[in-house]
């Protein structure tokens, strides 16, 4: 077990290289930009600008730009936004985690039970009119674009309903912290919880239902029905079970990709301040410190969340050796 | 829009000093502030106290007085920070007037134009409780320069000023301060009769030895004025509170403010903006309301609405040295087709903003209407702006035997740029060419498009100009010296460079010294030969849009620093 | 004739005067299974029903509605109850200017946006666009994946380690965000390749993104299928017989890989669309003046509170297709392979 944690390990870190590298390929030989007058803002007079490709090392050949980068990135930790020079690219990150972070995690809990309960219903009324309606519904959630139905609630809950009591207390678009305001965080929030919860009802809903099917079919439900166990036992004590396995690698990912910055389009949509937003903005900007910083910590997340759900596999699934 | 970046406060790129068109104390453009007519200042009386809430959608470019360079920074800055001069802080054309702020008085310079004697106001001192001395100027000064700050050219004609690079800068020569007799004295290499102008921006202004010589980032400086940064977190928030060491030393140039409190919420979407000022939740919106909700908070918000003519024009530039805009017949056809009321509903509605075919903009020093591009113009051309001539374009085209090229239009991504870059782009395809729009972040539109070795042909340029001097329109944005090939920050993307054009704009400049009467002639005069020659497909001349909350009184309107925010009663 | 059936040599099972029992192959039982899915059927009509009608947009925009929906209208008129209206209204203080609403009528169907185009008809010009950029796309991700896969799969060793550490890297950026970083670098040039140049403003340029960015989502399942093929038994006597690679390849293992790309490509294409919506939505997918349903939720954007039309007709469009698409891609897969065995992962924000 341990030379697979180590091996995990090793791989994250390549896995992060490359990504690293592969943003900085991209751009660096971005056409028409100059990261020097990018930096040296508006009317420079030449040493300006001479001053900022030294201090920035932006003369040197490329793969020491790049060392010199992750070094700061990494080592040092104080490189700096191109398009702001006052402004370090780790603390924005940091005061961006928690908004993305209070996001995700309110949509998992969300989402986490709303799909067992669409899951479980689905399989165990199986047969009925209920099973395919419920699958609709789910296959609705996952068929709507998120920016979409997020632009949607906006018009409802901002504007058309907002004076009606369902809405009133939905607060403008924006974000409150927790430690300053738990209440008004929270109203910020419910809006987009459900949002984004939707479509990962509808996938992992229809996930859910697919796999307790299909581990009905097997060898060992049919031992435990043989034995005589009711079926509402078989169903949570023994098909739930196993089909949690995949439901919970899936969430894993999905959950790391999400943390790292993947919700970019909910909030950019309900103007949430999160890493999704960071992201976007920073690629706009095409301000390449921060646009690293971002997409390294994206990618720090997935990889994180690879290894971890298949380090649980292993424990969860001991039919799973790990290779 | 205004507040596009590096538009604002830039003089003359190129040349030396430049005659300012009226004396110091020039004053701005004419034409009312609505709502402005109260113009109390210098916060006192019940309306003291409260927290203003504004808000902004972007972070201001630096809260580094030596790096800013954005109205969203400078707002802030006027309030926090003091130079040797400053611009009346009320509203109105008054708003334009040329006040000593920490110098006591304005002086006249001495020595055949190149030298100034201020004397420091007594008494002043930083928010740390440091004393407010004349050598912090000179600091200050030699800090633009070691920070590579954007405005060193405003102490360009300082003896010294250039050998100084971002290692090192000794401004001793040029700059004598006597800390007992508080006294400043500058000498300049030459006259320049903007320079007590020049000092009134931000980039002068006094700062204390402590301050790094880099970007001070989310560490704010110690303040003079009666607001301090007490906190900034990008794309969330900044927090300003009062400044207990300040005094009021004059009323004019940093008056008190009423505001016990003043916080900005970064990060928004101007929709949400919107919505927040309509209920309440914030006092202000930074940028201007998106069109699409024009129509609801002028009718149901009418009193909270604040329109002012600001001295700024829109426009396409065309490049002269690309096809097919290297051809005038191309360019004078496009001016003859194009629909400014279009235009200017696009920007949101007749009263925000007024046709136009040329340069400068109304009320301006050698502003003279001249608009020979449009159906049954006026005598001389000399008349206003009616209808598009469509049939005199399309023959024009087919003159010049390019349709069926290709163009590439250039936008930004606000929804301004990308709606009017929309509306070129289809009125190109109407003309019989294939046309294609193209839209980037501010961040970077300007430094692509600016630079010639991207050969864009045709794109979205506006320009805000407040120092009431024809040359920051025309000497900066199109003279031979402003097109600076193969260059980020070259101003001139129509790549115009016109001999007769360039002497009449040299000799308009040299007349400034001696007869305004005679100068401003000569800008207008240079006005039409430029228009003649269409570097530009001129749209309009915008008004600025202020949405208030309905708690919001005394709201001024100064045509140098716009909204006056903390000469604002929030209670 | 013998009256005692006698049993029937290898070769001769089908002759012209014996009767035939017709087997079906893999393929025919799959249809017919398909054929009765009612839901996989009605969800191939509806999609087929928007294909048709977004392909037909130059009919509509010619014929029915009379406008043209890439030219700006800002100053145009309408007649309405006899009446003559604006497109773009500005009110009495010349504040605002409002886009008119939906007229329900062949013009101005579902209203103006902000350039005073016919919504309606752009609908009809964005489908089209989404859909080419969407079934595109999707068939590219899926030759790539093919090729990739199988030769994963199939070869082992180094070339599969190398070939899925790849894959997992550019499945490490989330898709969107590789997508975004992609577009935003190759907006202001466009692509060259050696002599193939992409122009910035086709469409080929977001087709040929998205298709690469869901290469390893495809490439994946591929695969796996392909190493389970390799360990199946008719393979192993196959090689024994001395079958050469190329061989076993098209024999064997390509038909299994077509059953996954079949499996996958409804989903793919439901995925591809919304990836393309999202990209277009931010604007750095489809520029003007084309126009796709993701552009035009962008365009409605600041319309939101007031002709809420704009933002909300491509939406449920996009709702319309990607869900005929996921049931008619439950049905293929409940076709080809009731088991279910084919799994596959993730999915973006």
């Known amino acids: 077990m341990l030379a697979f944690i180590v091996r995990r390990t090793l791989w994250m870190l390549m896995v992060m290289f490359a990504i690293s590298l592969l943003v900085f390929l991209i751009f660096f030989h971005t056409p028409g930009i100059d990261p020097a007058r990018q930096m040296a803002g508006r009317n420079p007079t030449p040493q300006t600008i001479a001053a900022i490709k030294q201090e920035f090392g932006l003369n040197k050949p490329l793969p020491e730009q790049y060392v010199l980068m992750m070094n700061h990135l990494f080592i040092s930790r104080d490189l700096v936004s191109y398009t702001n020079r006052g402004l370090k690219v780790l603390p924005q990150i940091e005061a961006a985690a928690p908004v993305t972070f209070s996001l995700v995690l309110g949509a998992a809990v969300l989402w986490i039970f709303g799909s067992i309960i669409i899951g479980v219903s689905a399989a165990v009324l199986r047969g009925t009119i209920w099973d395919p309606l419920l699958m609709v519904v789910a296959l609705i959630g996952i068929s709507a674009p998120v920016f979409w139905v997020g632009e949607v609630a906006n018009m409802l809950t901002q504007s058309k309903f907002h004076s009606s009591p369902l809405f009133s207390w939905v607060p403008p678009l924006g974000y409150t912290s927790f430690s300053s305001d738990p209440a008004m965080w929270a109203k910020h929030l419910i809006i987009p919880w459900i949002t984004l919860a939707i479509l990962y009802i509808g996938f992992y809903g229809r996930v859910l239902r697919s796999s307790l099917i299909e581990s009905q079919s097997e060898d060992y439900i049919r031992t435990a029905r043989a034995k005589g166990l009711s079926e509402r036992r078989v169903l949570f004590r023994h098909s739930l079970r196993t089909s949690m396995i995949t439901f919970i690698s899936l969430f894993g990912l999905d959950f790391g990709a999400l943390v790292g910055g993947g919700a970019l389009l909910t909030e950019v949509v309900f103007g949430l301040p999160g890493v999704g937003y960071l992201t976007y903005n920073s690629l706009s900007n095409l301000d390449l410190p921060v646009i690293m910083g971002t997409v390294v910590y994206g990618a720090f997340f997935i990889v994180l969340a690879n290894a971890l759900v298949d380090v649980g596999y292993a424990f969860l699934d001991p039919r799973i050796r790990p290779t | ?571 | 004739m013998a009256e005692v059936a006698t049993a029937p040599e290898a070769g001769q099972l089908a002759t012209a005067d014996s009767p035939q029992i017709a087997g079906k192959s893999p393929w025919g039982l799959a249809w017919r299974r398909l054929r009765r899915d009612r839901a996989a059927i009605a969800a191939l009509i509806v999609f087929v029903l928007i294909v048709v009608t977004s392909f037909a947009a130059p009919l509509y925009a010619n014929h029915i509605a009379h406008t043209d929906p890439f030219q700006s209208n800002v100053d145009g008129t309408i007649t309405q109850n006899g009446k003559k209206v604006s497109v773009l209204q500005t009110n009495a203080l010349g504040i605002g200017v409002t886009p008119i609403g939906p007229t329900w009528h062949s013009q101005y169907f579902l209203g103006a946006d902000s350039q005073g185009r016919d919504v309606m008809a752009r609908l009809l010009y964005g489908g089209r666009a989404s859909l080419l950029i969407g079934i595109g796309s999707a068939l590219i991700a899926c030759l790539l994946a093919a090729i990739v896969g199988l030769v994963a799969g199939f070869f082992g060793g180094l070339i599969d380690s190398i070939l899925s550490r790849l894959m997992d890297v550019i499945w490490a950026f989330p898709v969107y965000l590789l997508a975004i970083c992609i577009s935003t670098v190759l907006l202001v040039k466009g692509l060259q390749v050696g002599p193939v140049g992409v122009n910035p403003n086709s469409l080929w340029l977001p087709t040929i993104i998205i298709g690469v960015v869901y290469v390893p989502y495809v490439a994946r399942p591929i695969r796996g299928q392909v190493l389970s093929v390799r360990e199946k038994e008719y393979v192993e006597a196959a090689i024994a017989q001395g079958a050469s690679n190329l061989r076993l390849i098209f024999s064997d293992v390509l038909p299994n890989v077509v059953t996954v790309v079949i499996v996958l490509l409804p989903l793919m294409i439901a995925n591809t669309i919304l990836t393309e919506a999202a990209l277009s939505f931010l604007s750095i997918g489809v520029r003007p003046p084309n126009a796709s349903w993701g552009t035009i939720i962008g365009d409605g954007q600041e319309l939101l509170y007031v002709r809420p039309w704009v933002s909300i007709a491509p939406g449920i469009m996009i709702l319309l297709t990607v869900l005929s698409l996921n049931v008619l891609g439950d049905g293929v897969r409940d076709a080809l392979d009731p088991r279910a065995k084919l799994r596959v992962e993730g999915d973006g924000s």
């Open chain 2, 1 to 571: 829009m205004f507040d596009s970046k590096r538009r604002l406060f830039a003089l003359a790129l190129v040349g030396s000093a430049v005659a300012l068109a009226s004396g110091c104390g020039s004053s701005g453009s004419s034409g009312s502030s609505s709502g402005g007519g109260g113009n109390s200042s210098g916060g006192s009386g019940s309306h003291m106290g409260g927290t203003m809430k504004l808000q902004a959608t972007g972070n201001p470019d630096s809260l580094d007085p030596a790096i800013a360079y954005e109205v969203e920074s400078w707002q802030n800055l006027i309030m926090t920070n003091d130079g040797l001069t400053g611009f009346k802080r009320v509203g109105g054309p008054d708003g334009a007037t040329l006040v000593p702020d920490l110098a006591t008085a304005v002086p006249q310079a001495t020595d055949g134009g190149k030298t100034y004697v201020f004397h420091i106001q007594p008494n002043v001192k930083f928010s740390n409780g440091e004393p407010v001395v004349p050598s912090d100027f000179k600091h200050a000064w030699e800090r633009d320069f070691l920070v590579g700050s954007p405005g060193t050219w405003t102490l360009g004609s300082i003896v010294g000023a250039s050998k100084c690079t971002a290692k090192a800068c000794n401004l001793s020569s040029g700059v004598v301060a006597d800390d007992s007799a508080m006294t400043l004295t500058v000498h300049l290499t030459a006259p320049d009769p903007e320079f007590l102008d020049k000092v009134a921006l931000p980039f002068s202004d006094a700062v204390p030895k402590s301050a790094p010589n880099k970007d001070i980032g989310t560490n704010p400086l110690p303040a003079t004025g009666p607001y301090m940064f007490k906190s900034y977190v990008p794309g969330q928030s900044i927090t300003l509170v009062r400044n207990p060491q300040f005094h009021q030393w004059s009323k004019d140039a940093q008056p008190q403010g009423y505001p016990n409190e003043i916080v900005w919420q970064l990060g928004l979407q101007a929709d949400a903006e919107v919505t927040n000022v309509e209920n309440g939740n914030a006092d202000w919106m930074f940028e201007q309301p998106p069109p699409g909700r024009l129509n609801e908070i002028a009718t149901q918000y009418k009193s909270q609405v604040h329109i002012n003519p600001l001295t700024a024009t829109y426009w396409f530039f065309m490049n002269v040295n690309t096809p097919p805009f290297n051809n005038l017949k191309v360019r004078q056809a496009l001016n003859y087709a194009i629909d400014r009321n279009a235009t200017v509903k696009l920007y949101g509605g007749p009263a925000l903003a007024q046709p136009t075919c040329q340069v400068l903009p109304p009320n301006f020093p050698g502003y003279e209407q001249y608009c020979p591009y449009t159906a049954n113009p006026a005598a001389g051309g000399k008349g206003a702006w009616t209808a598009p001539d469509m049939a005199k374009a399309k023959s024009l085209i087919a003159a010049s035997g390019t349709k069926g090229q290709n163009v590439t239009v250039w936008s930004e991504t606000t929804t301004l740029s990308k709606s009017e870059g929309e509306y070129v782009v289809s009125l190109l395809n109407q003309l019989g060419y294939h046309a294609s729009l193209k839209s980037l972040d501010r961040g970077v539109y300007f430094d692509t498009v600016d630079n010639s070795s991207n050969k864009a042909q045709i794109g979205w340029w506006d320009w805000y100009q407040d120092y009431p001097a024809a040359s920051d329109f025309i000497n900066t944005l199109l003279s031979c010296g402003a097109y600076i090939p193969n260059d980020d920050h070259s101003n001139n993307a129509a790549e115009f460079c016109n001999k007769s054009v360039d002497s009449t704009i040299k000799t308009a400049l040299s007349q400034g010294a001696t007869s305004t009467a005679a100068a401003n002639q000569s800008w207008a005069k240079a006005d039409q030969m430029i228009t003649d020659q269409a570097p530009w497909l001129p749209m309009f001349n915008p008004k600025n849009i202020d949405f208030v909350s309905k708690r919001v009184g005394n709201y001024q309107f100064s045509p140098q620093w716009l909204f006056l925010l903390d000469q604002a009663w929030v209670q």
